[in-house]
Antibody, heavy 117, light 112 residues
Framework: QVQLVQSGSELKKPGASVKVSCKAS????????MNWVRQAPGQGLEWMGW????????TYAQGFTGRFVFSLDTSVSTAYLQISSLKAEDTAVYYC??????????WGQGTLVTVSS | DIVMTQTPLSSPVTLGQPASISCRSS???????????LSWLQQRPGQPPRLLIY???NRFSGVPDRFSGSGAGTDFTLKISRVEAEDVGVYYC?????????FGQGTKLEIK
């Protein structure tokens, strides 16, 4: 079965960087793009963008350009989200989700990133 | 960007009774390929979102048949025929027709 397993929670200071991983299994990794979705505390879902896993080409939503970088290591079927120059407002749960059937079919368990001094 | 507007934002429902959530998009969600990429997700408390319905009305694998989706163009509806206790959570519509993909604000389903 399809599984997306994300890395564990992170506590970072403002100005630091963080890299979240999302390891896929149960399907051919390069057949489906990978979405990244943010959920701030008590808030709704926000689409950050996606990365095409066959080409490595990312698409970023407005508000997620510059400090946010999507990347891949196809040899281990893993997608990454890196956030640099962290701010308090980046505190959120970050999800990866497989893009299929015109939507987001399978989701990782989420990674809580807390930014606090 | 396409704005997705859900109503109601909160829905208290009696167990065993039906529930309905509406989602309206600011533009037509019909893609140039002829498909309409409107999906519905459920997020139970403390859990990641889960896909329920894709392309307006197709139930995803393992989703009970009490969930159904309908609509066209800019107006869409998720219906639960008989609400069960495990249906408590927040429901989101999402469009993947146009970049950036966007979500509705979410509708909180709770038991009366």
């Amino acid at each position: 079965q399809v599984q997306l397993v994300q890395s564990g929670s992170e506590l970072k200071k403002p100005g630091a960087s963080v890299k979240v991983s999302c390891k896929a299994s149960g399907y051919t990794f390069t057949y489906y793009a990978m979405n990244w979705v943010r959920q701030a505390p008590g808030q709704g879902l926000e689409w950050m963008g996606w990365i095409r896993t066959n080409t490595g080409n990312p698409t970023y939503a407005q508000g997620f350009t510059g400090r946010f970088v999507f990347s891949l290591d196809t040899s281990v079927s893993t997608a990454y989200l890196q956030i640099s120059s962290l701010k308090a407002e980046d505190t959120a749960v970050y999800y990866c989700a497989r893009a299929a059937d015109g939507g987001a079919t399978d989701w990782g368990q989420g990674t809580l990133v807390t930014v606090s001094s | 960007d396409i704005v997705m507007t859900q109503t109601p934002l909160s829905s208290p429902v009696t167990l065993g009774q039906p529930a309905s959530i509406s989602c309206r998009s600011s533009q037509s969600l019909v893609h140039s390929d002829g498909n309409t990429y409107l999906s519905w997700l459920q997020q139970r408390p403390g859990q990641p979102p889960r896909l329920l319905i894709y392309e307006i009305s197709n139930r995803f694998s393992g989703v009970p048949d009490r969930f159904s989706g309908s609509g066209a163009g800019t107006d869409f509806t998720l219906k639960i025929s008989r609400v069960e206790a495990e249906d408590v959570g927040v429901y989101y519509c999402m469009q993947a027709t146009q970049f950036p993909h966007t979500f509705g604000q979410g509708t909180k389903l709770e038991i009366k």
